[in-house]
């Protein structure tokens, strides 16, 4: 898998658009880039993931430039309860061990009131 | 529908007894997957299994591990003279296998600890 490079930490206020950075420079054509999140004691969770176009979902939108080198995934309005480690993952579709999922350090955002 | 669930949730066992571990995948989901996560470190695989075919056990860290899913649903993870360092939250994640990304959902994790 490519490796990806997130701040350590980030802090928003409640109610704001939570804006998360992500570097993946050395991503290849064919792969795909993730976000999961895991808030404290709870299974990862996934969240949004996209190839070249821009992603929206219920939880969040991925924003992926046109060279696909980085990618910024927005939580619009950020609540408490989205406190958590923020994993950025690139990794290619089906074939070879591309189902073994690795997370690095990921971005800790901490929501504040 | 129902996400991917996980058995027991906690489970605080003496060191050298046997554990099983359950994990019941979303429905429909043919890939399911088995990894633990040590106190602040990051995900270590353990083993994989796709529909019929063989597991990929290449991430199982000892002999005494070993897993088997029943009927291609539920799955369970089994540690056999469980040591101190078995210590950890084993996670199970699922995933159907549909053309390009295989996006995995994950319990919300067994935590065990061996004292």
């Known amino acids: 898998d490519a490796k990806t490079t997130q701040p350590p930490s980030m802090d928003c206020a409640e109610g704001r658009a939570a804006n998360l950075p992500c570097n993946h420079s050395t991503i290849s054509g064919n792969e795909y880039v993730y976000w999961y999140r895991q808030i404290h004691s709870q299974g990862p969770q996934y969240i949004i993931h996209?190839?070249?176009n821009n992603e929206t979902n219920e939880m969040a939108s991925l924003i992926i430039t046109e060279d696909r080198k980085s990618s910024t995934l927005i939580l619009p309005h950020a609540t408490l309860r989205d406190t958590a480690v923020y994993y950025c993952i690139v990794r290619g579709n089906s074939g070879g061990s591309n189902y073994k999922l690795t997370f690095g350090k990921g971005t800790l955002l901490t929501v504040n009131p | 529908g129902a996400g991917v669930s996980q058995s027991p949730s906690n489970k605080v066992t003496e060191k050298g007894k046997d554990v099983e571990l359950r994990c019941d995948p979303i429905s429909g989901h043919t890939a399911l997957y088995w990894y633990r996560q040590s106190l602040g470190q990051g995900l270590e695989f353990l083993i994989y299994f796709q529909g019929n075919s063989a597991p990929d056990k290449s991430g199982l860290p000892s002999d005494r591990f070993s897993a088997e899913r029943t009927g291609g649903s539920v799955s369970t993870l089994t540690i056999q003279r469980t040591q101190q360092e078995d210590s950890a939250v084993y996670l199970c994640?699922?995933?159907?296998?549909?053309?390009?990304?295989?996006?995995?959902?994950f319990g919300p994790g067994t935590r065990l600890l061996v004292l």
């Open positions: 994640a699922s995933s159907s296998e549909t053309s390009g990304a295989m996006t995995q959902y």
């Open positions: 996209g190839l070249k």
